[in-house]
């Protein structure tokens, strides 16, 4: 009776997760009144799939099929009841007007959610040639009216594939309080003279993964700002743009520390810099640490491929003369190869107050490829250990 019993059971239970493997379902936004004609605002449709789909007790996918949605805002608002994917394979189109998005700090935002996968080779058309040709962050100081393209906010667990932004308002994409989130395969495209158009933002992160990325855009390629830790970018594919940066950091009060960050065999092409991190003087207390920096190709890049800048003071906005309080401390650049239009190929200008600690260089062969005399280095307030073969010789000038 017992045997019974058990077994009754396990045929009840194994009917029980048949049915909720059956359930594990699709909610196609056409099936929602999505219009695809690229002239209807399809946002309720989106809004309305989302929510059952959020809602639902297993797994579910919002599937944006081919076509051109437009729609805008978009907010995917977690926290849902199971893990949930979104498989773009059309176009979603941005209003082209920033008018349309005004007071938005994002055109697509996903928010507080676990366990969240999007993919399925598709477009966020973020339409921003009107809106560069409005840009007066340069003049102002603040960008705020313009929406970033796609924001990942408090996401967790989480897996980003095989995705396209496109010709973002500002940047394209920004990482904010993530854990554990993977980026694989994103492409990123807009024209190298989009102003702020930055490609892969991070900050108060942990956990990070960018690789397969390829960025062709107006702004740094992929930056990293205050608390980014432990992040990983690989076989990221970066130019035009301005290369890959940690920084700017030190210039607001209460930031967090950045460390562990390797950038691992990425190749920057035509770019106006390389690899760098960079530091605002007259900064408050600040720590970046363990950066790794390894196989990476130089093609052509503007100025110094390889650089560590504590007097970073863009527009002269800042007190020059003080030095930065960014402890820098435990780096390293290892096999960057390639050339470089200007003399200086390395520069490392660390702060006068807090010099930099344990850097290590090894093997880096950068060339210059313009008139203005022969590849330099250049260090001031760092002494790097170095191995392997290195040309130019390192810190072959110090500065005062
Ligand atoms: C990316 O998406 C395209 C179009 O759907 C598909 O053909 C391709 O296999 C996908 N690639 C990966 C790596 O998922
Ligand atoms: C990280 O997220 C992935 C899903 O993208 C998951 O499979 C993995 O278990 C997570 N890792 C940890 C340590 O939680
Ligand atoms: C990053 O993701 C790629 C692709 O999933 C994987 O091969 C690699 O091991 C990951 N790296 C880290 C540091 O998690
Ligand atoms: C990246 O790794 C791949 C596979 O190991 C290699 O073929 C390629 O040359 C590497 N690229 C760089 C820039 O190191
Ligand atoms: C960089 O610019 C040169 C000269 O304009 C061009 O030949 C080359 O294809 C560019 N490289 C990339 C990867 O875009
Ligand atoms: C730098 O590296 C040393 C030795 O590897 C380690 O003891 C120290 O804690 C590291 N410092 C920071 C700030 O990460």
Same mark, same amino acid.
């Given at each position: 009776?017992?045997?019974?019993?058990?077994?009754?059971?396990?045929?009840?239970?194994?009917?029980?997760?048949?049915?909720?493997?059956?359930?594990?379902?699709?909610?196609?936004?056409?099936?929602?009144?999505?219009?695809?004609?690229?002239?209807?605002?399809?946002?309720?449709?989106?809004?309305?799939?989302?929510?059952?789909?959020?809602?639902?007790?297993?797994?579910?996918?919002?599937?944006?099929?081919?076509?051109?949605?437009?729609?805008?805002?978009?907010?995917?608002?977690?926290?849902?009841?199971?893990?949930?994917?979104?498989?773009?394979?059309?176009?979603?189109?941005?209003?082209?007007?920033?008018?349309?998005?005004?007071?938005?700090?994002?055109?697509?935002?996903?928010?507080?959610?676990?366990?969240?996968?999007?993919?399925?080779?598709?477009?966020?058309?973020?339409?921003?040639?009107?809106?560069?040709?409005?840009?007066?962050?340069?003049?102002?100081?603040?960008?705020? +009216?313009?929406? @970033? !393209? /796609?924001?990942?906010?408090?996401?967790?667990?989480? &897996?980003?594939?095989? =995705?396209? $932004? %496109?010709?973002?308002?500002?940047?394209?994409?920004?990482?904010?309080?993530?854990?554990?989130?993977?980026?694989?395969?994103?492409?990123?495209?807009?024209?190298?003279?989009?102003?702020?158009?930055?490609?892969?933002?991070?900050?108060?992160?942990?956990?990070?993964?960018?690789?397969?990325?390829?960025?062709?855009?107006?702004?740094?390629?992929?930056?990293?700002?205050?608390? +980014?830790?432990? @992040? !990983? /970018?690989?076989?990221?594919?970066?130019?035009?743009? &301005?290369?890959?940066? =940690?920084? $700017? %950091?030190?210039?607001?009060?209460?930031?967090?520390?950045?460390?562990?960050?390797?950038?691992?065999?990425?190749?920057?092409?035509?770019?106006?810099?390389?690899?760098?991190?960079?530091?605002?003087?007259?900064?408050?207390?600040?720590?970046?640490?363990?950066?790794?920096?390894?196989?990476?190709?130089?093609?052509?890049?503007?100025?110094?491929?390889?650089?560590?800048?504590?007097?970073?003071?863009? !527009?002269?906005?800042?007190?020059?003369?003080?030095?930065?309080?960014?402890?820098?401390?435990?780096?390293?650049?290892?096999?960057?190869?390639?050339?470089?239009?200007?003399?200086?190929?390395?520069?490392?200008?660390?702060?006068?107050?807090?010099?930099?600690?344990?850097?290590?260089?090894?093997?880096?062969?950068?060339?210059?490829?313009?008139?203005?005399?022969?590849?330099?280095?250049?260090?001031?307030?760092?002494?790097?250990?170095?191995?392997?073969?290195?040309?130019?010789?390192?810190?072959?000038?110090?500065?005062?």
């Amino acid at each position: 009776m017992g045997s019974k019993f058990i077994l009754g059971t396990t045929f009840f239970l194994f009917l029980i997760s048949f049915s909720i493997k059956a359930r594990a379902a699709d909610f196609d936004i056409n099936k929602y009144g999505a219009k695809a004609d690229g002239k209807t605002d399809d946002s309720r449709a989106i809004n309305s799939a989302w929510k059952e789909a959020c809602a639902s007790t297993t797994p579910s996918t919002v599937v944006i099929a081919k076509g051109n949605y437009l729609a805008g805002p978009v907010k995917f608002q977690g926290p849902c009841k199971a893990p949930v994917s979104i498989r773009v394979e059309g176009t979603l189109q941005a209003p082209a007007e920033p008018e349309k998005l005004k007071s938005q700090d994002g055109w697509v935002v996903f928010r507080n959610i676990d366990g969240l996968t999007v993919s399925g080779g598709g477009t966020f058309d973020g339409q921003g040639s009107i809106a560069w040709s409005k840009n007066d962050c340069a003049k102002t100081g603040k960008c705020n +009216s313009l929406p @970033i !393209n /796609i924001r990942f906010t408090g996401l967790t667990n989480s &897996h980003i594939q095989n =995705i396209t $932004s %496109l010709n973002s308002k500002l940047f394209h994409i920004n990482v904010l309080n993530c854990k554990n989130v993977t980026l694989q395969h994103v492409i990123i495209t807009a024209p190298g003279e989009s102003l702020n158009t930055d490609g892969i933002h991070i900050g108060r992160s942990s956990n990070i993964n960018i690789t397969g990325a390829e960025i062709k855009t107006g702004d740094d390629c992929v930056s990293l700002g205050d608390g +980014s830790q432990q @992040i !990983n /970018i690989e076989k990221v594919k970066c130019g035009p743009g &301005h290369g890959i940066s =940690i920084g $700017s %950091l030190g210039r607001y009060h209460d930031e967090q520390p950045v460390t562990g960050v390797t950038v691992r065999n990425c190749t920057i092409s035509n770019t106006s810099n390389g690899v760098r991190v960079k530091t605002w003087p007259a900064s408050p207390n600040g720590v970046a640490s363990d950066l790794h920096f390894e196989d990476i190709i130089m093609e052509n890049v503007k100025t110094s491929p390889v650089l560590i800048d504590q007097e970073y003071c863009p !527009n002269g906005q800042c007190q020059a003369k003080i030095p930065s309080k960014v402890k820098i401390s435990n780096v390293s650049f290892k096999n960057i190869r390639g050339t470089s239009a200007d003399p200086v190929v390395v520069k490392l200008a660390c702060s006068k107050g807090i010099p930099c600690q344990n850097v290590q260089i090894s093997d880096i062969h950068l060339t210059y490829n313009g008139k203005n005399g022969a590849a330099t280095s250049v260090c001031t307030n760092v002494k790097p250990t170095m191995t392997g073969q290195i040309f130019p010789p390192a810190c072959a000038k110090t500065a005062a």
